[in-house]
C-alpha cells in the first residue's frame, strides 16, 4: 500500500513539474463547445447535455495514454527503470499508484467539463440517477487505470509504440461510442466495441443523465468491472514478462 | 649496507591461491560462482562480459572490484543487484539465490551507479529520496529524519529542495550515493561512486564508507581510483575480461607480482647515476630531490646492482615495494585504450 502511494505521490508531483501533462484540461471545454454548437445548428438541443460531456472521455484516455501509458518507458529513458527493479517494493504498484494518479487527473477533467457543459453551455447534465452515475464513473476510473497499466507494459517493447499512441485515440473514440452512438457504426464494427469498456461506461453515463429509466445497468457495471479486470491481468501478466526478458537481454537500461 | 629482503623473489604467475578469509565464518555477503553473462548483438556472436567470474565477500568486509573498462565489473554489480540475469552460473546475497530469490535480495541491498541518469531531473533532491525511501520500505516517519540525516550528511542541505537538474554532476552523485544508504541496506553496491565527486566531496565519502563498514555491513566497490581502493578496501579483486585475476588484501598486492621492485637511496651524484643506469636490468633511474630510486625489471638484476653500489660505498638502501597501482598495470597488462 506505501508503494501505491508512493507511485502516487511522485505522479502528482510530476503534474506540478511538467504542467503541460494536463493540456486536456485545457482543450476538453474547447471540444465541448464544438460538439455543443455542432446540436445547436441542428436543432436537436436535447443532445447538447449529453454531448457536452463526451470531451470527458477525451481527456481522460488522454491521461490514461500519454501521462499512464509512457511512465515505465520514460523511466527507461531516464535510467531511472534499472533502480525500480532493483528495489524491494512491487514494480507493478508502483506503476498502478503513478497511473492512479492520471485517473485523479480524470476526475478533475470529469469536474470541468460537467462545470463547463452546465454553466457555459447550459446543457442538461443534473444527475438523476445517482446510484448508476457513481457506480459506472469509480468502475470507469478502475477499468481506465488498468488499461494505462496495460500500454505502460506493452509500449516498453513495442518499436512502435508511439506512432500507436498518436493515432489510437480516434479509432478508440469511435469504437466506443463516445463520439458517435454506436448505433450508428457499421453493423461489423459493433460486436467490437462492445470489447471496448468505454462503450458500455458511456452508455451508463449518459442514461444517468436522462430522463427515464436505465436500461441494463447491473449488465453494464459487470461488464466495466470484467473488461477493467482483464486489462488488469493482461497489464500485470505483460508487465512480468516484459521485466523477465530485458533482464535477460540486458535492455533494462537502454533508452 | 641494510638491504631489506623479504622472502624469495619471484614473479607470482597469475591465479596464485587466493589467502584464507579472515572474516566472520558463516554465510558470505556475496558468493558467485563461476557466472557468465552474454550480451545478445545482431548479427554477430554475442559479446561475453563475464567468463565464469567467481568471487566471494565475507559479512561486513569492504571489497574492491578493480579492472579496465569493459572488465565486467558493472555487469557483475547488474547481476547481484537482480537488474540483469545471468546466463550461466549461480550468485547469492546473504544466502539469498540472485535469480531465484530477486526479491529477498532486494530487501537487503542498495544499489549505487555512476552517471547523471537515474535521478528525476524535475523533482527536488529531498523528493527524489523520499521516493526512492518509500520502495525500500522505509517507515515514513523514519524515512523523513533519515532524508534529513543523509542530505545533511553528504552536504546536499542547501540544495535539498532544488529541482535535481540544478545539480552539478558532483551532487548528483551525492544523491545517488543518499539514495543508496536510504534503505539501511545490509549489502551495498557501489559502481564508481566517487566519479565527478571534488576532492573534499571524495575524502567526506571515504570517511563516511568507514563509518558504514564500523555498522558491519557489506560493501563491493567498483572504483578505477587506486588509492580510494587502497585506503578503503579490505581486499581487492582485480577483474580483467570477464574473470576475477587475483584477490588480495590492498597491503598484501605486491606479492602478486614481485615483492621488490627497485631501490631508493640517498641521492645519488649524477656520475653515479648515470653508472647506475648503464647496470643491465635497470629500467630507470630517476633522482628527485634527495632520493634516487633505480628500478629493475627483475630480481636476478639485483646482485649485480647491490655490488656496484657497495663499491660506490652507498650504505644505506630502502626497498621499493610496488603500490596498489603498479600491480594493477602489471596484472591487467599495458593495454593502452584499447577495450
Ligand atoms: N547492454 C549491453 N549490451 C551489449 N553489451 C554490453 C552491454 N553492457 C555492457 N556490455 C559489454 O559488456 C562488457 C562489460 O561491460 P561492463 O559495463 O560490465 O564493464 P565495466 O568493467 O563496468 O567497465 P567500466 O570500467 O568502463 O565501467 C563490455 O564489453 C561492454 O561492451
Ligand atoms: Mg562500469
Known amino acids: 500500500m506505501g508503494t501505491v502511494r508512493a507511485g502516487f505521490v511522485l505522479q502528482m508531483r510530476f503534474y506540478r513539474r511538467y504542467p503541460d501533462l494536463l493540456v486536456p484540461l485545457l482543450t476538453a471545454p474547447l471540444y465541448g463547445g464544438i460538439f455543443a454548437m455542432i446540436m445547436r445548428y441542428n436543432g436537436r438541443t436535447d443532445l447538447v447535455g449529453a454531448v457536452s460531456l463526451t470531451p470527458f472521455y477525451m481527456s481522460l484516455w488522454w491521461f490514461a495514454l500519454f501521462s499512464g501509458g509512457w511512465i515505465i518507458q520514460t523511466d527507461r529513458w531516464e535510467g531511472t527503470l534499472e533502480y525500480l527493479v532493483s528495489a524491494p517494493a512491487d514494480f507493478a504498484a508502483v506503476v498502478f499508484g503513478r497511473v492512479g494518479a492520471t485517473m485523479l487527473s480524470g476526475v478533475a477533467a470529469f469536474a470541468e467539463t460537467w462545470l463547463f457543459a452546465r454553466y457555459v453551455l447550459r446543457g442538461d447534465v443534473a444527475v438523476r440517477h445517482w446510484g448508476v452515475f457513481a457506480g459506472s464513473f469509480a468502475l470507469t476510473l478502475f477499468a481506465m487505470a488498468a488499461t494505462a497499466l496495460l500500454m505502460a507494459a506493452t509500449f516498453v517493447l513495442a518499436r512502435n509504440a508511439v506512432t500507436f499512441s498518436n493515432s489510437a485515440s480516434f479509432p478508440f473514440y469511435v469504437l466506443s461510442g463516445i463520439l458517435v452512438p454506436i448505433a450508428l457504426l457499421p453493423g461489423w464494427l459493433q460486436p467490437l466495441s462492445e470489447a471496448v469498456f468505454l462503450s458500455w461506461s458511456a452508455d451508463l453515463l449518459r442514461a444517468s443523465i436522462a430522463t427515464g429509466p436505465v436500461p441494463h445497468p447491473v449488465r453494464g457495471m459487470v461488464m466495466i468491472a470484467l473488461l477493467g479486470t482483464c486489462a488488469l491481468a493482461a497489464g500485470y501478466t505483460v508487465l512480468r514478462r516484459i521485466l523477465g526478458q530485458v533482464r535477460r537481454t540486458g535492455e533494462l537500461g537502454l533508452r | ?339
Not at chain 2, 7 to 17: C, I, K, N, S
Request: proline share 4%; net charge neutral; charged share 25%.
Open chain 2, 1 to 339: 649496507m641494510t638491504v631489506v629482503t623479504r622472502d624469495a623473489v619471484t614473479l607470482a604467475p597469475f591465479g596464485v591461491p587466493e589467502p584464507e578469509l579472515q572474516y566472520s565464518a558463516g554465510t558470505p555477503a556475496i558468493a558467485a560462482v563461476d557466472l557468465v553473462r552474454e550480451y545478445p548483438r545482431k548479427r554477430k556472436d554475442p559479446v561475453r562480459a563475464l567468463q565464469g567470474l567467481s568471487l566471494t565477500v565475507a559479512q561486513g568486509e569492504v571489497h574492491g572490484l578493480l579492472g579496465p573498462n569493459g572488465a565486467g565489473k558493472t555487469t557483475l554489480v547488474k547481476i547481484l543487484s537482480t537488474i540483469l540475469l545471468p546466463t550461466s552460473g549461480q550468485a547469492t546475497v546473504c544466502g539469498h539465490d540472485v535469480v531465484r530469490h530477486g526479491r529477498d535480495v532486494r530487501e537487503l541491498i542498495g544499489v549505487v551507479m555512476g552517471g547523471d541518469r537515474g535521478l528525476y531531473t524535475r523533482l527536488t533532491g529531498r523528493q527524489n529520496l523520499e521516493f526512492w525511501g518509500a520502495l525500500q520500505k522505509v517507515p515514513r516517519k523514519v524515512l523523513r529524519s533519515r532524508t534529513e540525516h543523509l542530505l545533511e550528511r553528504l552536504g546536499l542541505a542547501a540544495k535539498a529542495d532544488a529541482r535535481v537538474e540544478t545539480y552539478s554532476r558532483g551532487m548528483k552523485q551525492r544523491l545517488h550515493l543518499a539514495r543508496g544508504l536510504i534503505g539501511d541496506a545490509r549489502v551495498l553496491f557501489l559502481d564508481e561512486p566517487t566519479m565527478g565527486m571534488d576532492p573534499v566531496a571524495a575524502r567526506e565519502f571515504r570517511k563516511l564508507i568507514g563509518e558504514l563498514r564500523d555498522e558491519q555491513r557489506t560493501i563491493l566497490l567498483a572504483t578505477h581510483d587506486m588509492t580510494e581502493a587502497e585506503s578503503l578496501c579490505d581486499r581487492v579483486s582485480f577483474v580483467r575480461d570477464g574473470t576475477v585475476v587475483a584477490t588480495r588484501s590492498p597491503h598484501a598486492v605486491a606479492g602478486l607480482v614481485s615483492a621488490v621492485q627497485g631501490l631508493e637511496l640517498d641521492s645519488a651524484d649524477a656520475a653515479l647515476a648515470a653508472t647506475l643506469a648503464e647496470v643491465p636490468g635497470v629500467t630507470s633511474v630517476t633522482t628527485d630531490g634527495a632520493t634516487t630510486r633505480i628500478l629493475v625489471r627483475s630480481q636476478d638484476d639485483f646482485p649485480r646492482l647491490l655490488h656496484l653500489l657497495a663499491d660506490h660505498g652507498v650504505t644505506s638502501l630502502r626497498t621499493l615495494r610496488p603500490s596498489l597501482e603498479d600491480v594493477y598495470v602489471r596484472l591487467i597488462g599495458d593495454r593502452g585504450l584499447e577495450v
